[in-house]
């Protein structure tokens, strides 16, 4: 019977590493990976992570090795999305002005309860985020203990991967964000956002379009 141990100095790491990253359906936590490979340092999991994704890059290889929502992950190289495009004959779904202005006051004011997002934007928001839950970038986080127990909204893992963020804290400056939505449609940007509250709210992100 064969010997379960971890991974022997005969078998290529780096190449164990790719097939793991490669089959996982979300991004695969250091902990996980370092369980798997029966490492028992962290240190020495995330150097073949790194040394994996040095070979690829160096190679010129078509896909990468992305840090992402708490874990690593395959994708393919920015530069070979041209391709794939042409591959798939599909253009990829964009997020409407309105959209990416409702996702980044629920970012940034998460957990955000419906009606508050519709008075920080002055218009109603229900067909955004419909849009917003059926993509799932974003998740019911539960009910606010007020009159009719709203729900409470935030931003989900497949929003990090979405725009990939390891975690909340690489959010873009509001300054960024503003600029984002200014040129995701033909509008004119937004004006200056206001600060972020001390709660680390985005602030009014400014009223869009509907459309989602």
């Given amino acids: 019977m064969a010997e379960e141990a971890g991974v022997g100095e005969e078998l290529d790491r780096r190449g ?24 028992e340092d962290p240190a020495t999991t995330e150097a073949t992570v790194h040394e994996l994704a040095l070979g690829l890059e160096q190679e010129g290889r078509g896909l990468m090795v992305q840090e992402v929502a708490g874990g690593f992950r395959l994708t393919t190289r920015p530069a070979a999305h041209a391709w794939i495009q042409r591959l798939q004959q599909v253009k990829p779904a964009r997020l409407s002005r309105a959209a990416l202005e409702t996702l980044a006051i629920i970012a940034y004011k998460q957990p955000i309860t419906r009606a508050e997002i519709e008075a920080i934007r002055g218009v109603a928001v229900d067909g955004v985020m419909r849009t917003l839950v ?71 992100a400014g009223e869009g379009r509907e459309s989602s």
Avoid: C, W
């Fill in 16 to 39: 164990v590493v790719e097939a793991l990253l490669f089959v996982v359906e979300e991004p695969l936590p250091l902990a996980r990976l370092q369980e798997v490979l029966a490492d």
């Fill in 134 to 204: 059926e993509r799932s970038l974003i998740r019911m986080l539960g009910r606010k203990p007020e009159a009719g127990r709203p729900i409470l909204y935030g931003t989900s893992n497949a929003f990090l991967e979405h725009f990939g963020f390891r975690d909340l804290g690489e959010l873009p400056s509001l300054r960024e964000i503003d600029e984002l939505i200014g040129t995701s449609g033909t509008e004119p940007a937004s004006p200056n956002l206001p600060p972020p509250s001390e709660d680390g709210g985005a602030g009014d």
